[in-house]
């Protein structure tokens, strides 16, 4: 048997894991075009002309959500939950979408970082991989459900921009341009979230960004929750006189920022792939922490 670049000796979406059944959220569609709020938004001013033309192209598609397609939940696609889109459902499974065409930045927000609207400061959560196909337009489908991979190991193909190496621990991630190669039955306008390898330090590190972001914010409006700022403190000489609710209320926004990074780690990569190719994921759940 070849192993060479152009021969896949593994069938695609193999699986040996546990699968829950659950339905496409109802009237994504329409919900996504008369939303309210800031629709997602990637910088687009960076004085890169390659990386500017990718970022007006993918700011395009964010806002695209006239074609049904690209509301279809599509065989090895992330899929995720949140209850400002779906609501809480009168049949208790969940109901979830993979497509972030029309979606709006929750709670005003208004950051040209996909990134940060859509994992920290939205309630979208991580469920699982798309098992079988589901179109959205076919409501005779609705109340059937489709399954969806919660554990275990799937072939998936790799859409993020970059090269997975076997062990690179993977995480939910917004995509970065739009992609460069079609797969068959996904829209080349369809806006996913898609696996990529968890940079070095990302958890700290974003758990940190997003905690001195929100302290400067509420500083502004209550100073006695995170204390004085340090410039200010240091000037009047009085470092020494921060309060022990200072310390907790600053510890207790890093751990949750720190969660919020975390439970996008899903899981680990058990084979190499470029950008288009397939890639093992072994899915783990995130830290309960």
Known sequence: MSFDSGTTPRRLLQTHGAFINAVLAPNLKQKRHYGSGNYLKTDDTSGIPTQDNQARRLNVNMEFVSNDEVFDAREGEILVNSLTESGFPSHRR??????LNGF???GNGNTLDTHEAVLQNSDLRFVGLCQNAYISSNTALSEQG????VSGIKTIINDSEETINIGDKLMVDTMKKVPSKVRKGIPNEKVRL????????????TAID?????IKETRKKNKAKYG?????LAAAGSANSVTDDVIANIAALVITEFRKAGHWVVGVAENSARHGEQVD???TKPSFL
């Open 281 to 283: 994921v072994l899915l």
């Open 228 to 232: 004085e700022d340090t410039v200010t």
């Open 210 to 214: 997003a905690a001195t972001k929100k």
């Open 146 to 149: 489709m399954a969806v991979q």
């Open 104 to 106: 709006r930045q929750q």
């Open 94 to 99: 969940g109901a979830l979408f993979s497509s």
């Open 194 to 205: 898609v696996l990529r390898k968890v940079p070095h330090g990302f958890v700290p590190q």
